[in-house]
C-alpha cells in the first residue's frame, strides 16, 4: 500500500506534513509506505532534523507548491511539476493508492474530476465531512462544497457513497440515512429536498430514516446527512465556528472537542477512482498523522470497489 | 396602540401566555393596550387568579384553538372564532397594531399573506430571527422559513426588509448587508446567490458588504444576513441545537444566553401589511413578555409605514 502525501500544501507546510508523516510512519505496518510529495531533498532533510529516518519513506521530486489562492484548473496544468499535479499523476498510473493534501481545495476537486476522474455511474463525487455525535463518535454529512447546486439524482447518489463510506471506513453497521431538510414530514422542503425525498425512499442500496432537520445534525437521528454543496458549506463553517467559540471560552468537553478537524485529519472526496482526501488549510502534525491513517483506512476497507460495484 | 396577543397559541398556554401579558402590560405606557384573543371568560379568570387586575386588558372572544399540527389554510378557513383567525380580522380591519402567536406557524403565516397582505412591490414576505453576535447583541437573519425556494429578486427585497428592521426597530445604524454564500469572493456560490449579489450590489437602499460565510454569522461581519428559507431554517435549527447542547453541558456564558429565544420573544414576518410575530411554541412567560415588548416597538419605529415607503 502506497499512501501519497502532498508535503507542500497547508498553512504550515512543509513542517507541519513532514512531523505529522513521521508520527503516521510509526503506526503504519511495514509494508504501508508514505509517498512525499514535495522538494524531495529539502524533505529528506528535515526527517533527518526531526530525528527520523528518511529510509522509511518514498519520495517523488515535485518542488513546486499550488498556492491557496490559485486558479485551480489553471494551477494543475500550469504547474506540472507541482506536488498536487503529481500526486495526480502517480495516482492515475496507479502508482501510488491514495493521496492527500492540505492545499488548494479547487485544485484538489480538479484533479480528482479531470485526472483519476469521476467512477462510471456517480454524476458528480461529493465531498464528506465528518460530524461529531453528542454521544458518542461521529456521523457523515455530504455534500460539503463540491457542488453549490444539485439535481435529486445527485444527493440520491451521495447517500449512497456517504453509506458506504460510514460502512466500511468507519464500521457504522447499516447506516442510518437523513434528508437535510426543514420538517419531519415527506412534503416538507425545497423543490431540491421534496424531488429527492421519494428517491432516497425506494433507494434499496440505503437505509433511509426520512428528514433530518438542522436540529438532528448532532443527535442520534442519522449516520448520514445528506444535502446540497452550498447548504453542507454553510452548515460546516457555522460548525466549526461555534467550536472556535467553545475554545475561546475555555468550554472543554469530549463532544465539543469532536469538532476538532484534527480527531479525523481530512473530508475524503467521494465517487472518484481513488481515495483522495483535502486537509483543513491550518493542518496541525496530528491532522496530517489522522489524515494519512484515514488514507490507510480507505484503501484498506476496498472502499472503491464497493462503491464502483454499487454503482456497476 | 394596540397590541393584540393570542392566549390560546403555544405548548405552555394559556397559562404561560396570561402571565407574560401581566408582565409586559406593567412596562407599556397607559396608551398601550394589550388586546387578548381566547375564551374571554377564562383569560380574564386566569388574570384575577395571578393576582392582576383583569380591567388593564382589553378582549376579543375567540374560543377555538388552532393546534400545531393542523392544516394551516383549512384551519384558518374552518375556524372563524379561533384566535389566529379573530387576531387577523382585527388586524386587517385596523382594529388592532399589531397581532402575535406562540401557536401554529403556518396559520400565521396563512394569515399574514390571505388576510392582511403583503406589501404592494413586495413579492414575497421573510421569516427575520434574531443572530446573536459573539461581541454583543444581535444581528438579523431572513428568511428562516417562509420561502423554502427563493429567486435573487426576493433575495434582494429581503436585504431590504431587514435593514429596516435592523436598523428601526433594532437601532443598527446602516445595518451592513451580507449574503451568505460559500466563498468570499463575488464569483462564488450556487446558482441563486451567484445571480443575487450583483442585484444587491446595486441596490442603493442598502448597505451592502458582501458574502458572509457559515462562520461570521457570529462573528461582527454583518448586521443582516440574506438567504433562503431552507438554507435559514437549517442554519436556525442548528444554531439552536448548540445552544440546548450548551445549557445540557452546563456552560454559561453572556454570547450563548443571547441564543435563548426568550431574550427576544419571537421571529416577526417582514413584508406584510402590519407587524406580526410568531413565538417559539414553547415559549414562557418571559418570552411572551418580549413578543409583547418587541410588537410595541415595531408599531412605535412605524416600521410598516417605513417598509411601505422603501416599495413604493
Given at each position: 500500500m502506497k499512501i501519497g502525501l502532498d508535503v507542500l500544501g497547508g498553512d504550515y507546510a512543509p513542517g507541519s506534513n513532514v512531523e505529522g508523516a513521521i508520527q503516521a510512519q510509526k503506526l503504519l505496518d511495514e509494508a504501508h509506505r508514505i509517498v512525499l510529495f514535495g522538494d524531495e531533498k529539502a524533505t529528506r532533510a528535515d526527517i533527518e532534523?526531526?530525528?527520523a529516518d528518511p529510509s522509511k519513506f518514498d519520495y517523488v521530486h515535485a518542488p513546486e507548491n499550488i498556492s491557496m489562492h490559485e486558479h485551480p484548473t489553471k494551477a494543475i496544468s500550469h504547474k506540472p511539476n507541482s506536488s498536487i499535479a503529481k500526486g495526480f499523476e502517480l495516482l492515475k498510473k496507479?502508482?501510488?493508492?491514495?493521496f492527500s493534501s492540505a492545499g488548494n481545495t479547487g485544485a484538489m476537486l480538479v484533479g480528482s474530476m479531470f485526472s483519476i476522474k469521476t467512477i462510471p455511474g456517480v454524476i458528480r463525487p461529493a465531498i464528506a465531512t465528518n460530524v461529531p455525535k453528542l454521544k458518542e463518535g461521529f456521523g457523515v454529512l455530504l455534500d460539503v462544497g463540491a457542488n453549490a447546486d444539485c439535481k435529486p439524482e445527485m444527493l440520491n447518489q451521495f447517500a449512497i457513497l456517504g453509506s458506504i463510506y460510514a460502512e466500511h471506513v468507519y464500521g457504522i453497521a447499516s447506516p442510518r440515512v437523513g434528508l437535510l431538510n426543514i420538517g419531519e414530514e415527506e412534503?416538507?422542503?425545497n423543490n431540491l429536498t421534496i424531488a429527492?425525498?421519494?428517491l432516497l425512499k425506494e433507494n434499496n442500496k440505503i437505509n433511509f430514516i426520512g428528514n433530518a432537520e438542522g436540529r438532528d445534525l448532532f443527535s442520534d437521528h442519522a449516520d448520514v446527512v445528506v444535502c446540497d454543496g452550498y447548504t453542507g458549506?454553510?452548515?460546516?463553517?457555522l460548525a466549526e465556528?461555534?467550536?472556535?467559540?467553545?475554545?475561546?471560552k475555555?468550554?472543554?468537553d469530549s463532544f465539543f472537542a469532536r469538532f476538532n478537524y484534527e480527531q479525523y485529519g481530512g473530508s475524503p472526496i467521494l465517487g472518484v477512482n481513488a481515495p483522495v482526501i483535502i486537509g483543513h488549510g491550518i493542518s496541525t502534525p496530528k491532522a496530517i498523522r489522522n489524515m494519512i491513517l484515514l488514507s490507510r483506512d480507505m484503501i484498506a476497507s476496498k472502499f472503491?470497489?464497493?462503491?464502483k460495484s454499487a454503482f456497476n
Open positions: 532534523k526531526a530525528g496507479g502508482e501510488i493508492d491514495s412534503e416538507k422542503g429527492t425525498y421519494p458549506n454553510v452548515v460546516l463553517k465556528s461555534f467550536y472556535v467559540v467553545t475554545l475561546k475555555g468550554f472543554e472503491i470497489e464497493r462503491i
